[in-house]
């Protein structure tokens, strides 16, 4: 099964990606994370990534077709993936498709920005397996620590307020017109994906739910 997880930055996207990697067996594949991973790296893209994340923008649609096209030629990638914050522009999609790489379902997770903004506030993140919180709605067991590891959470440097409001922006403008670009190929092209929308807001567990619903 080949997923991608549509929705605005802090829409729950990497929360639920975690939980659906495991039900299906296939691996969560965040552009975000693989960046992040880069700059702690020190590598010369993670320079460069680190700048434009720091700031909320995009980094390119080159660097990034070609770190993904890269990963799923891996042997984990077999049995499908999903895509977590990628593609985030048309040209990305259109990338995929010229490439052959056919996609099953494309998940929208919906979410109003005002609760974004909430939500971005008061996440932390485990930063060695990109395991997502939340200091009220999804706590972990002992604050400020993961529960797999009991290593510290930390905050990404792009979640202050004002990087999320411009990641906003940049979502409306680049990213929301993948929306209307899947649901015109949907049922209309030979293997197009199908488009579903999930109402984002709710407990972990009932988006989870939507989300199960949705693809089988
Ligand atoms: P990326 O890491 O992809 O960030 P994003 O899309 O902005 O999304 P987030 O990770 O912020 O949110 P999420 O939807 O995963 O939400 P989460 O589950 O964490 O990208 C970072 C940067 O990298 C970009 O800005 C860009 O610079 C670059 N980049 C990445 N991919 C790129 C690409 N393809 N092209 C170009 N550049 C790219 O949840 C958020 C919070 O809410 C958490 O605290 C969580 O616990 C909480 N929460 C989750 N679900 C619920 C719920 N149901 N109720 C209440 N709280 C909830
Ligand atoms: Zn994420």
Partial sequence: MRIILLGAPG???GTQA???????????????????????????LGVAAKKVMDAGGL???DIIIGLVK?????????PG????????????AQAMIDAGVSIDHVVEIRVADDEIIQRLSGRRVHPGSGRVYHVTHNPPKVAGKDDDTGEDLVQRPDDSEATVTKRLGIYHEQTQPLVGFYQARDGVEA???KYHLVEGVG???????RMLAALS
């Avoid at 939980?19 to 010369?44: C, F, H, N």
């Avoid at 993936?81 to 990305?92: A, E, Y």
């Avoid at 407990?203 to 739910?209: F, H, L, P």
């Fill in 11 to 13: 829409a729950g996207k």
């Fill in 18 to 44: 975690q939980i659906i990697m495991s039900r299906y067996g296939i691996p969560q594949i965040s552009t975000g994370d693989m960046l992040r991973a880069a700059v702690k790296a020190g590598t010369e």
């Fill in 59 to 61: 980094v390119s649609d």
């Fill in 70 to 78: 890269e990963r799923i030629k891996q042997a984990d990638c077999a």
């Fill in 81 to 92: 993936f999903l895509f977590d914050g990628f593609p985030r522009t048309i040209v990305q």
């Fill in 191 to 193: 293997n197009a994906a």
């Fill in 203 to 209: 407990s972990v567990e009932d988006i989870t739910q």
